[in-house]
């Protein structure tokens, strides 16, 4: 048999401390490793596999697919694309959309879009961007530089310059750095690496006066709290605000590798055009015919109504451990993106729920993180606490 862990311990560059698994495959809310032990799913490969796992109608679509064309570059057009970009924008209330590979790609070009929309008004390259302490968007230098957390810039710097931090739900704080030369205030509606920290209400509309005051772009980051993980297909529609540009990624294709960002008439009219920006596979005919299907089942399995009913019961579930476990400090999330906050570090935790069956990953140190599949149950949720239950003992 195979050692796959020691062939990629050889192989693989080491940027990940993986777990001692090899997962072998899947099948609804459930994962099966190489020696056929089974996990309940509590991380969906880091909240990207909404449908769960073996989900028939999506492979369908996507077998159908291989056999007529994967890949076709965009100088032509394709008909899934098309089909794809009608209900990107549909979904989300976006006239625009660019699709991606992934969800860093998709904060660069949000990134161009805002500076080529300030170049455009004024002619001057000084634009500033400002940012949030505790974000994550992204390993590329772009994303990185906007990314608010010290220890992932340093050994990188210098980045793209010109970008402020502000502190996330502290509207004095984004002002004090809002100035005439400021192009786009961008943010996570759920702070997810950070910690899972939800945007409050006050903030994030505030934030969106002063932008619409100071002609400033908001820029909102829904690459793991989009696609219906709090119960809306974007976090941000439960505070009645929208982007004038955000971000896609993680669950729009189920596994698929597709990111995407979307634009408002206003800012796709008035920055990038052709030559600005481009990508060879982005939007090839694989990748969105898998976005249409997500789309789809989406709408046929009102996913995000299942989110809202089921979060209550979710929610109540990880109270209860929280008032029975001394080692935990705070519960707090939205929908399905929780996170239960330990007094110390959670890795012992993790590998015991992983002994138990059940899969869950961290945000930050001490922050249980649980992004399950959106089409979890309450048998689902209560075998999760039975086995989280023993993990936090």
Request: aromatic letters at 8%; proline letters at 3%.
């Amino acid at each position: 048999m195979t050692d796959y862990k020691k062939l990629g311990d050889d192989y693989l560059l080491k940027v990940y401390n993986r777990f001692p698994i090899v997962i072998e495959r899947g099948n609804g809310c459930r994962l099966y490793d190489d020696k056929g032990k089974e996990y309940l799913d509590f991380a969906a490969g880091i909240a990207v596999f909404a449908l769960g796992y073996g989900n028939k109608e999506f492979n369908d679509v996507l077998k159908k697919q291989i056999d007529l064309i994967t890949h076709t570059s965009n100088l032509y057009y394709n008909e899934p694309a098309c089909i794809a970009a009608g209900e990107v924008c549909r979904a989300v209330n976006m006239d625009r959309v660019f699709f991606t590979n992934s969800g860093t790609e998709a904060i660069e070009g949000a990134i161009k879009t805002a500076r080529k929309y300030a170049y455009l008004k004024d002619g001057s390259t000084d634009h500033n961007i400002i940012a949030m302490e505790h974000s994550f968007h992204g390993r590329s230098m772009g994303a990185l530089s906007v990314t608010g957390n010290a220890h992932y810039r340093e050994a990188f710097e210098p980045g793209i310059g010109n970008v402020r931090f502000a502190e996330f739900n502290d509207l004095r704080s984004v002002e004090e750095l809002l100035d005439e030369k400021t192009c786009a205030v961008i943010m996570e509606t759920v702070q997810g690496e950070g910690g899972i920290y939800p945007a409050e209400d006050d903030f994030i509309r505030g934030v969106r006066r002063l932008c619409d005051e100071k002609g400033v772009l908001l820029i909102l980051d829904e690459i793991q709290c989009g696609m219906g993980r709090t119960g809306y297909m974007l976090a941000c529609e439960k505070y009645g605000v929208r982007p004038d540009i955000v971000t896609l990624a993680k669950a729009i294709g189920n596994g698929v590798p597709v990111g995407a960002f979307a634009v408002t008439k206003e800012v796709a009219d008035n920055s990038l055009v052709p030559g600005d920006h481009g990508t060879t596979y982005g939007g090839n005919p694989f990748a969105c015919a898998a976005v249409t299907e997500v789309l789809r089942q989406f709408k046929e399995k009102d996913i995000t109504g299942h989110v809202r009913r089921l979060t209550p019961v979710l929610e109540a579930a990880l109270d209860e451990l929280k008032d029975k476990h001394d080692i935990v400090a705070d519960r707090r999330g939205a929908g399905f993106i929780q996170a239960l906050e330990l007094k110390e570090p959670c890795q012992t935790v993790i590998s015991r729920a992983q002994d138990n069956g059940l899969l869950l990953i961290s945000a930050g140190a001490n922050i249980l993180r649980l992004v399950p599949p959106l089409i979890i149950n309450e048998d689902d949720i209560a075998i999760m606490k039975e086995r989280l239950d023993k993990a936090l003992g």
